[in-house]
């Protein structure tokens, strides 16, 4: 492949897809291909580089020595094609190419929460701008960002990751609540003794820590894992779970009578949300706006 076309930039793009879903079969749903098509392009790739990119079969799916250097080559060519379009943009001063975003689940009852402003912001000055906005747990968007397939994420992010950027953006509250028909629902909120809260069945969520954070004092013993709020609400609401979640989101169901609070004088606490960004990516004017229209709602320091 010595004459780059706009074919080749699109098998690429497959390509790197592929990769990222760590196979052919699971890029089916992301490029909205059938296996037989991907494995055909993947192959013409292939045959128009002159190399063996992966090895794909009964055994899944590895990429080669060379395989891994193209991957690479590829992700500086599309983030160079990117920047490309946001510069052609900047100079007609219109927004172009795309915006990709991470955030966590329900955070849109959240009033600190500027996300959906900040979009309005960005779009009323958008031209042909693309955003992708995608829900995810805060390992996945770190992850995705340090993998370039996310330019911002905003989320809980308990530890520093090396390569990236976080600026604090707002604080969530949150409470342990319990829901209607639990044996302890009628004695909540405050009436309900620590002792009496030993042995309840907890929702854990997988990629948090509350149940360490007050476990000792509390003795719950995790019966359910999830990886979703909504999952956590729904447990809750089952009357057999206690469980975390934000204030914000568990008010439409205390307003229904149908969770209460447990102890929030001791048990509730707080995360803190931040805007992470990868070190060595340079932002696009979108990123730029994007980034600074969360900054606006934050109170002056």
């Not at 055909?40 to 292939?46: R, S």
């Not at 001791?266 to 805007?275: C, E, G």
Request: glycine share 6%.
């Amino acid at each position: 492949m010595i004459k780059m076309t706009d074919f080749d930039l699109r098998l690429l793009r497959i390509f790197k897809t592929v990769t990222d879903c760590g196979g052919l079969s699971a890029a089916e749903s992301a490029l909205n291909m059938n296996l037989s098509t991907i494995s055909t392009h993947i192959a013409d790739l292939e045959s128009r580089v002159g190399i063996r990119l992966c090895e794909r079969g009964r055994r899944g799916f590895r990429l080669t020595v060379e395989g891994s250097a193209l991957y690479q080559a590829t992700e500086r060519l599309l983030d160079s094609v990117e920047e490309f379009r946001a510069g052609l943009g900047a100079l007609r001063h219109q927004l172009s190419g795309e915006l990709t975003i991470g955030i966590v689940d329900n955070t849109i009852t959240d009033e600190h929460s500027r996300i959906a402003s900040a979009i309005r912001a960005v779009k009323q000055r958008s031209g042909d701008l693309h955003i992708k906005l995608e829900i995810k747990s805060p390992m996945e968007i770190e992850e995705a960002i340090q993998e370039r397939r996310l330019h911002v994420g905003i989320g809980p992010f308990r530890t520093v990751s090396p390569g990236l950027n976080y600026e604090p953006l707002y604080t969530e509250e949150l409470q342990l609540f319990c829901g209607k028909g639990h044996p302890i629902f009628t004695s909540a909120p405050m009436s309900v003794e620590m002792d009496d809260l030993r042995e309840l069945d907890y929702v854990a969520r997988g990629y948090m820590r509350e149940a360490k954070e007050w476990g000792d004092a509390a003795k719950v013993k995790v019966a359910a894992t999830v990886y979703h709020m909504e999952a956590v609400a729904v447990l809750v609401l089952s009357g057999k779970f206690v469980g975390y979640l934000p204030t914000h989101y568990a008010a439409q169901w205390v307003q229904q009578r149908l969770m209460r609070p447990l102890r929030p004088d001791v048990l509730s606490h707080h995360a803190d949300f931040s805007i992470v960004t990868r070190k060595d990516r340079e932002p696009t004017i979108a990123v730029q706006m994007f980034v600074e229209a969360l900054r606006a709602g934050l109170p002056p320091k």
